[in-house]
T-cell receptor, first 112, second 113 residues
Framework: NAGVMQNPRHLVRRRGQEARLRCSPMKGHSHVYWYRQLPEEGLKFMVY????????ESGMPKERFSAEFPKEGPSILRIQQVVRGDSAAYFC??????????FGPGTRLTVT | GQQVMQIPQYQHVQEGEDFTTYCNSS?????IQWYKQRPGGHPVFLIQ?????EVKKQKRLTFQFGEAKKNSSLHITATQTTDVGTYFC?????????????FGAGTQVVVTP
């Protein structure tokens, strides 16, 4: 059973471009969570999704950020018009229940 | 809102020594989870504690959940260089309906041979 997969692992974007981060949960997991981690800091919750539904997006910035988990395919975290402050590691986690968390390897986003 | 605090932020340990990292929540938790993140890696689930006063052991790691279910500790004995990394606690608030884990800022552990 493959673990949580994220791609790309590293992403470089210029200010103003769009960043698309993908997450494929573990097989059988219907709960997906996105977290952001700044250097030397903890994990900040962004959004919790189930298939085709956003359950909680209270950690998402109101502008430029969006997330989806379609019926088919991976979950996508989209950041429009990226700024330097968006540079961080973005981790996706999946779970068969709302309790546990299995984290993916993360996408390290660098905005130049 | 719920806050989870971890101390110390940094822990320098001589190989072979013991140390403890502490986690405190501002609210009562239904459970607490511990994760380890190696430098450049991703968080890896270590354990979950659910019951008041619960103590669980994993080899040289001992995890404890407080009686009031508002604090937890991780004690590592005979530290090894493989213990290097950041240890995060994450609390699940008792009143939370879906399981929004609140992570602490972590304890970064450096082991000197």
């Amino acid at each position: 059973n493959a673990g949580v997969m994220q791609n790309p692992r590293h992403l470089v974007r210029r200010r103003g471009q769009e960043a698309r981060l993908r997450c494929s949960p573990m097989k059988g997991h219907s709960h997906v969570y996105w977290y952001r981690q700044l250097p030397e800091e903890g994990l900040k919750f962004m959004v919790y999704l189930q298939k085709e539904n956003i359950i909680d997006e209270s950690g998402m910035p109101k502008e430029r950020f969006s997330a989806e988990f379609p019926k088919e395919g991976p979950s996508i975290l989209r950041i429009q018009q990226v700024v330097r402050g968006d540079s961080a590691a973005y981790f996706c986690a999946s779970s068969p229940t709302p309790q546990g968390r299995y984290f993916g390897p993360g996408t390290r986003l660098t905005v130049t | 809102g719920q806050q989870v605090m971890q101390i110390p932020q940094y822990q320098h340990v001589q190989e072979g020594e013991d140390f403890t990292t502490y986690c405190n929540s501002s609210t009562t938790l239904s459970n607490i989870q511990w994760y380890k993140q190696r430098p450049g890696g991703h968080p890896v689930f270590l354990i979950q504690l659910v019951k008041s006063g619960e103590v669980k052991k994993q080899k040289r790691l001992t995890f404890q959940f407080g009686e009031a279910k508002k604090n937890s500790s991780l004690h590592i004995t005979a530290t090894q260089t493989t213990d290097v990394g950041t240890y995060f606690c994450a609390g699940l608030e008792a009143t939370d309906s879906w399981g929004k884990l609140q992570f602490g800022a972590g304890t970064q552990v450096v082991v000197t041979p």
